[in-house]
């Protein structure tokens, strides 16, 4: 009766981090979307979501930006318990970066905030929000590799691929699209859309490996 009845509370705990990493990039993306329509001067073709957190009501994409870094975070944690460890410290990493961005908004891009017309001399907290954005993108590209090998390790060959593609997509998008500027805009959405596409297949792959709470139904 006792073995039926036992609850292991550290393996609950991991799961309801990963959780998350199951919610953070439709909720991101969500609420980025619906704020970029309704947002006036947005241009998917030429702007990032990052920009929407200009103007007036930038502070609902800086909150956006920030719960999903704090979602992020957690999801990192959680990766770490269930003995993924690199991975987990880069989507951690990741998620700190985010809301490290949320604190310094970007510089102005032409066409938004509405009325402006060209680039603008970069700040020091749009220089701080390209840096922190380099560093999560980066972190959340090697998380993606790490993971690849860690499938790789358990004999998951095609969940290795998916991640190790992942990583690959993530690193180039950023890369390419800060080397192009403002043509480069493609290049970032790649990144944001693949990486947390990756996160989300990532944290449920790892869901399934954490056994379950409840000892009798393992």
Same mark, same amino acid.
């Given at each position: 009766?006792a073995?039926?009845t036992?609850f292991?509370?550290?393996?609950?705990?991991?799961?309801?981090?990963?959780g998350?990493?199951?919610?953070a990039?439709?909720?991101?993306?969500?609420?980025?979307l619906v704020?970029?329509?309704?947002?006036d001067g947005?241009?998917f073709?030429?702007h990032?979501?990052?920009?929407?957190?200009?103007?007036?009501l930038?502070w609902?994409?800086v909150?956006?930006?920030?719960?999903?870094?704090?979602?992020?975070l957690v999801? @990192?944690v959680?990766?770490?318990?269930?003995? $993924?460890? +690199?991975?987990?410290?880069? #989507? =951690?990493v990741y *998620?700190?970066?985010?809301?490290a961005?949320?604190i310094f908004p970007?510089d102005?891009?032409?066409?938004?905030?509405?009325?402006?017309d060209g680039?603008?001399?970069?700040?020091?907290?749009?220089v701080?929000?390209?840096?922190?954005?380099?560093?999560?993108?980066?972190?959340?590209?090697?998380?993606?590799l790490l993971?690849?090998?860690?499938f790789?390790?358990?004999g998951? @060959?095609?969940?290795?691929?998916?991640?190790? $593609?992942? +990583?690959?997509v993530v690193? #180039? =998008?950023?890369? *390419?699209?800060?080397?192009?500027?403002?043509?480069?805009?493609?290049?970032?959405?790649?990144?944001?859309?693949?990486?947390?596409?990756w996160l989300l297949?990532?944290?449920?792959?790892m869901?399934?490996?954490?056994p379950?709470?409840?000892?009798?139904?393992?």
């Amino acid at each position: 009766m006792a073995q039926e009845t036992e609850f292991d509370t550290a393996a609950a705990v991991t799961r309801s981090m990963l959780g998350w990493g199951v919610v953070a990039g439709p909720f991101y993306l969500v609420v980025g979307l619906v704020l970029a329509l309704t947002r006036d001067g947005f241009d998917f073709s030429r702007h990032p979501l990052s920009v929407l957190m200009l103007g007036d009501l930038g502070w609902m994409q800086v909150t956006n930006l920030a719960l999903s870094g704090l979602m992020v975070l957690v999801a @990192g944690v959680g990766m770490a318990r269930a003995h $993924a460890r +690199g991975t987990g410290i880069g #989507v =951690g990493v990741y *998620g700190a970066a985010m809301i490290a961005s949320a604190i310094f908004p970007p510089d102005p891009m032409p066409g938004f905030p509405p009325g402006q017309d060209g680039a603008t001399t970069p700040s020091m907290s749009g220089v701080l929000h390209l840096a922190f954005g380099a560093i999560g993108f980066v972190s959340l590209g090697v998380a993606a590799l790490l993971l690849g090998r860690w499938f790789a390790r358990r004999g998951e @060959g095609r969940a290795a691929v998916w991640s190790r $593609a992942a +990583g690959v997509v993530v690193l #180039v =998008g950023f890369v *390419g699209g800060v080397a192009l500027g403002p043509a480069g805009v493609a290049g970032l959405w790649l990144a944001v859309v693949a990486g947390f596409a990756w996160l989300l297949l990532a944290s449920v792959s790892m869901y399934m490996t954490v056994p379950h709470p409840v000892v009798a139904r393992r």
